[in-house]
């Protein structure tokens, strides 16, 4: 400017900020006009200063990301208004759970909803693992003479489960017990059992006994005779 010309100056506050003063020289110099425009004839070189109060809230940077990658997803990373509240959340794949949350290391959260107030810019990690396999154990059983029949109920099966055996038997046979590692565990043709371990189970049978007859009449007379017949032919 020349001297003696006329210098209009006007304040713009941004979004969320406002215009306070002009001062001379710096913020804390000596207030020259609190209209946001402000005019004044140039005598000399003259530094002025725009002062203004609140501004835009500062907005950060939050994100998130999977370990492993095919462990799962995260969801909520963006950015944040500075205070804000921020949840991200930790969704599991098929075979995979979520463990922890961490940030440069170290663990924040156990929860796979980790809620935070947002101060600064962050980067954290969802930890998945996976899901080890549930064990398995075969049950093994057959009758015992193998020729009295079978047993149904056999297999491979989950740990803690609960099974079933049933005996089937062949004609001229019957069932005595079940015997695991030469002790009874039940008398039932049905027998139900918790799958802990490995289990090795026999059915023992034996012939049915065959029945004695004598003293048989025949047309009205006796005679003596001596007849086996299987039962279970009868």
Request: overall charge negative; charged content about 10%.
């Amino acid at each position: 400017f020349w001297a003696g010309q006329t210098c209009a100056l006007i304040a713009t506050a941004s979004e969320g900020a406002t215009f306070v003063a002009w001062k001379a020289g710096s913020a804390s110099g000596q207030v020259l006009s609190t209209n946001a425009q402000y005019s004044f004839e140039v005598e000399a070189n003259v530094t002025i200063c725009a002062v203004f109060q609140g501004g835009p809230t500062p907005h950060y940077t939050v994100a998130a990301s999977a370990d492993p990658v095919a462990g799962g997803s995260v969801s909520g990373a963006g950015s944040v208004e500075e205070g804000a509240s921020c949840t991200l959340g930790a969704t599991p794949s098929a075979g995979y759970q979520f463990v922890r949350w961490t940030e440069n290391g170290q663990q924040v959260s156990t929860l796979a909803n980790y809620q935070f107030s947002v101060m600064s810019a962050r980067t954290l990690v969802a930890h998945f693992a996976e899901i080890p396999p549930t064990p398995t154990h075969v049950v093994n059983a057959a009758c015992s003479p193998a020729a009295a029949g079978s047993v149904s109920g056999t297999g491979t099966y989950p740990e803690g489960s609960e099974q079933t055996l049933i005996v089937h038997l062949n004609n001229g046979y019957s069932f005595l017990r079940w015997e695991e590692n030469g002790q009874t565990i039940g008398t039932s043709p049905s027998l139900h059992i918790t799958v802990n371990a490995d289990r090795n189970i026999t059915a023992v049978c034996q012939l049915t006994p065959a029945a004695t007859f004598s003293n048989v009449t025949v047309n009205g007379s006796n005679f003596s005779a001596n007849k086996q017949v299987n039962q279970a032919s009868v």
